[in-house]
C-alpha cells in the first residue's frame, strides 16, 4: 500500500479545530439571517470564459480546469469557481424572474483557487459572502450598510481588534487621470500590492510600467493617506491633482465615512491604497486586518460592482463583502489563540456495567438526546476508571454510572458524583457544547 501524504493548498482540521471553525460559520450564519439575507449555494464550476474574463490574473486563479461534456449535445471548458461573486451575478441573470429586487443573498460554500501554497493562502477554502443586488440602480446606503454587518459578525466571534478600510476606485482612477497616467488598471494592481512588497517595490514597478519617478511618487503619497472621518478629502486636494472622476470619488467616499460613523465611530477607515485587483469592482471596495497582524493581509473583502450581472437589457449593480473563513480560522488555530474546549460535542458518556447493559443505556441516552442533550454510549464495558479516561481524553465532562441507588452523573473534572433521572437532569449551559477558549486576544467587544 503507497504511503498516504497531504496535499498542500488543501487543510483539513482536527475535530477539535473543526467544532471552531463550525462555531465561526454558526455565529456569521446566524449574523447574516438576523441582517435579513437569504442563503443560497451555486454550483462548483462556471464557464472558464466567464470566470477568465475579470481581468488579467484571473486566469492564474482558475483552478481545475477541463473539458466537460455539459450534455450530449454541448461541451464546455468548465473551471472551479475562485470566488461566490461571479456565480451569484450568473445566478441572479438566471433566475431573475423569481427574485424580489433588491435581493439580499448569503453564501457560504468552498472555493478553489490555482494558487501557490502559503500561509493563508490555499488551492481550497471557505467563504462566507453577503451581497446587496438590484435592478437598474443601487442605491450607495448599502454600501455603508455591509461593512455594519461584517462588524456585527466579528463582534461576536473571539477575534482580535480589527479595522475595515475603504476606499472607492473613482479616487485613484481620477487621481491617475489627473496625473496624465493612461494604464489605470494596471497602475490599481501594482498598488493593490503595497502591503506585500512594500513601497520601494512598488515604485520600482511604478516606474518600471513607464511613470516618472515624481509621478510614482505622487502616486505612493495618494495611498499613504487615511482617516476615520472625512478629513481624507482635504489631504488628496493639498496633493493638487485634479480631475472630475476623483471629485466624485472624494465626495462618495465622505458620504460613506459620514454616514458609517453616525453608526459606528472609528470603524471604518478610509484607506486610500486599498484597490483590489479585480477588474468587475467599479465603486466602493473594502479590505479588513487583523490589527497587530497587519502583514497578514485582508481577512475580509469586497466592493461593489455595476456591470457584473447584465443581460444586455437590464443590468443588476451588486456591492458584497465575503470573509475568508479558512483563512481566518487557520490563523487564529496556528498561532494558537482559538481551541475548543473538547474535541467533541458529546457532554455525557453513559458509561456501562456489562454489555447487558447497552439496551438500557441507550433508552437513557435516546431520552438524553429528546431533550438536547449530546450523549454517546461507552464503546465497550470496562473498569469504570478505563471508562472515565476515555470521556477525558476527548474532554467529554460528564460520565453517567447505572448504581445500586440508581443512575447517577459524575463530574470527572471536579469529582462530584450526585443522583439524576434522565427525564430532568441536564448539564450546566456552559458544558452543554462545546465553548471556544481564547488565549491572549484582545477582542473589538473587550476594547469598545
Known amino acids: 500500500m503507497s504511503k498516504v501524504t497531504p496535499l498542500s493548498g488543501f487543510p483539513e482540521f482536527l475535530p477539535s479545530d473543526r467544532l471552531v471553525e463550525l462555531q465561526f460559520l454558526d455565529t456569521i450564519r446566524e449574523t447574516f439571517e438576523l441582517h435579513g439575507f437569504a442563503s443560497i449555494e451555486t454550483r462548483a464550476v462556471e464557464p472558464v470564459e466567464r470566470l477568465s ?66 500561509e493563508g493562502r490555499y488551492r481550497e477554502f471557505t467563504q462566507a459572502d453577503i451581497d446587496i443586488i438590484d435592478s437598474g440602480e443601487l442605491p450607495f446606503h448599502y454600501e455603508v450598510e455591509l461593512p455594519l454587518v461584517i462588524a456585527d459578525a466579528f463582534r461576536k466571534l473571539p477575534i482580535p481588534t480589527f479595522r475595515i478600510q475603504v476606499n472607492t476606485r473613482q479616487i485613484p482612477e481620477g487621481f491617475y487621470r489627473g496625473l496624465g497616467i493612461e494604464d489605470i488598471t494596471g497602475t490599481l494592481r501594482i498598488v493593490d500590492k503595497l502591503d506585500k512588497i512594500g513601497p520601494d517595490k512598488v515604485t520600482d514597478l511604478l516606474t518600471a510600467a513607464g511613470l516618472s519617478a515624481e509621478t510614482a511618487k505622487q502616486v505612493l503619497r495618494l495611498a499613504e493617506i487615511s482617516s476615520t472621518d472625512a478629513s481624507f478629502a482635504d489631504q488628496v486636494r493639498a496633493l493638487g491633482v485634479q480631475h472630475e472622476i476623483l471629485d466624485e470619488g472624494l465626495e462618495r467616499l465622505s458620504q460613506i465615512m459620514t454616514a458609517a460613523n453616525e453608526h459606528a465611530p472609528g470603524l471604518l477607515v478610509a484607506d486610500l491604497k486599498v484597490a483590489r485587483g479585480l477588474d468587475y469592482y467599479t465603486g466602493t471596495v473594502y479590505e479588513t486586518q487583523l490589527i497587530g ?39 487564529l488555530i496556528s498561532k494558537g489563540l482559538l481551541k475548543a474546549s473538547r474535541s467533541t460535542p ?58 445500586e441507588n440508581g443512575p447517577e452523573v459524575k463530574d470527572i473534572r471536579s ?34
Open 53 to 118: 474574463n475579470q481581468g488579467e490574473d484571473a486566469d492564474k486563479e482558475i483552478y481545475g480546469v477541463r473539458r466537460l461534456a455539459a450534455n450530449a449535445d454541448e461541451d464546455a471548458a468548465l473551471g472551479l469557481h475562485f470566488d461566490l461573486t461571479v456565480p451569484f451575478a450568473r445566478y441572479v441573470l438566471e433566475n431573475s424572474g423569481k427574485l424580489t429586487f433588491p435581493f439580499r443573498r448569503y453564501q457560504i460554500q468552498k472555493v478553489w483557487r490555482g494558487e501557490r501554497p502559503q
Open 293 to 331: 497582524d497587519e502583514g497578514y493581509g485582508s481577512i475580509c473583502s469586497g466592493g461593489r460592482y455595476d456591470s457584473l450581472a447584465s443581460d444586455g437589457r437590464t443590468t443588476y449593480p451588486g456591492v458584497g463583502i465575503s470573509i475568508g473563513v479558512s483563512r481566518l480560522v487557520h490563523r
Open 346 to 403: 458529546t457532554a455525557v458518556v453513559i458509561a456501562l456495567n456489562s454489555e447487558d447493559d447497552r439496551t438500557e443505556a441507550m433508552r437513557t441516552a435516546i431520552q438524553l438526546r429528546s431533550r438536547g442533550i449530546p450523549v454517546e454510549v461507552a464503546p465497550a464495558a470496562a473498569k469504570f476508571g478505563k471508562q472515565i479516561r476515555f470521556a477525558d481524553r476527548r474532554g467529554i465532562p460528564f460520565v453517567w454510572f447505572s448504581t
Open 415 to 448: 469529582g462530584e458524583q450526585v443522583p439524576a433521572d434522565a427525564a430532568t437532569w441536564a448539564p450546566p449551559v456552559e458544558d452543554l457544547r462545546p465553548a471556544i477558549e481564547t488565549q491572549g486576544i484582545n477582542t473589538q467587544e473587550e476594547n469598545s
